[in-house]
C-alpha cells in the first residue's frame, strides 16, 4: 500500500526525529499534509521502516514526548501558526 498519492502528503511525527521541524516541512508548501501521530508510545521500528520506504518525512515536535492527543494539538498549532504567518489572509 503506497502512502503518497497526489491529494495528499503524509507527514510523521516521531520522538526520534533531531532534524526536521514541522514548520520546516509545511513552510512555504502548497501541499496538502496528512498528519500522522502515533500512538502512546511511539512508533515501532518496523513503522518507521516502512515510512522511510515509502518516502514519508518524519518532523519533531521538540524534546518532549508528549501524549498521542497532545500531540495532535501541538501539531495542528504549528501549522497554523506557520500558515498564517506566511499568508495573514488566510481565514
Excluded: W
Aim: a negative charge; hydrophobic letters at 45%; aromatic letters at 10%.
Amino acid at each position: 500500500i503506497s502512502l503518497i498519492n497526489k491529494r495528499f502528503v503524509p507527514i510523521v511525527a516521531s520522538e526520534i526525529e533531531q532534524a526536521n521541524l514541522l514548520s520546516d516541512l509545511v513552510n512555504n508548501s502548497n501541499e496538502n499534509f496528512c498528519l500522522l501521530i502515533g500512538p502512546e508510545g511511539g512508533f515501532d521500528k518496523s513503522e518507521f521502516s516502512f515510512f522511510q520506504n515509502e518516502g514519508v518525512r518524519t518532523f519533531s515536535l521538540g524534546n518532549h514526548v508528549l501524549r498521542a492527543e497532545t500531540a495532535a494539538i501541538a501539531a495542528v498549532s504549528q501549522i497554523m501558526l506557520t500558515v498564517l504567518n506566511n499568508n495573514r489572509n488566510y481565514y
